[in-house]
């Protein structure tokens, strides 16, 4: 008992965050991160499309019907590798870190399970996106839903997410399974 004296007060320093406390990231914001994001993925895949001479046959029209496929799966896992840590621990690719936004459920504004995220929000239209002819008419189709009332793309709507301003993920819960 006499211990008990010389101990630290407790407070509980994690706060929930409320619906009504985030902010939804600026479109502008959302633009400039997506940009960001791109130019690392470049730098990343970029070699091994040069060595595997794909950059070649899509200069001269020499493509397989499947090769954009493979190359859409093959960008899933450099996303993967370059994001997937602080993806599952900030809900923030590194162009997001750069502009201060972040992926939250649209429901609860907690953090996004990693699967979800790869899965349901990324490999969706990064597939579509890649269908000979449609593709880049549904890729422009899901980043111009950004111009709604409620900012979300459409694999934000398929996902469940939203993005919003950075929120320190100590404040945040984890929604779902992880």
């Not at 211990?3 to 407070?11: F, G, H, Q, S």
């Not at 370059?82 to 993806?87: C, E, F, Q």
Request: charged share 15%.
């Amino acid at each position: 008992m006499q211990d008990e004296i010389y101990r630290p007060p407790e407070a509980d320093l994690v706060r929930p965050v409320e619906p009504g406390q985030v902010e939804l990231a600026s479109r502008w914001r959302r633009l400039f991160g997506a940009i960001l994001d791109a130019i690392i993925l470049y730098f990343v895949i970029l070699p091994f499309m040069f060595s595997t001479g794909y950059l070649e046959r899509a200069m001269e029209n020499q493509m397989t019907t499947t090769e954009p496929l493979y190359w859409a799966l093959a960008g899933l896992v450099a996303y993967f590798l370059v994001n997937g840590y602080t993806l599952h621990t900030r809900g923030q690719t590194l162009g997001k870190m750069m502009v201060a936004t972040q992926i939250v459920s649209a429901t609860g504004h907690q953090l996004v399970p990693l699967w979800k995220i790869l899965l349901l929000r990324w490999l969706p239209i990064s597939i579509l996106s890649s269908v000979p002819f449609i593709g880049p008419l549904l890729g422009l189709i899901n980043v111009l839903m950004i111009f709604a009332n409620d900012k979300r793309c459409g694999h934000d709507h398929i996902a469940g997410t939203i993005v919003i301003d950075y929120i320190a993920p100590e404040n945040l819960t984890r929604a779902g399974p992880a």
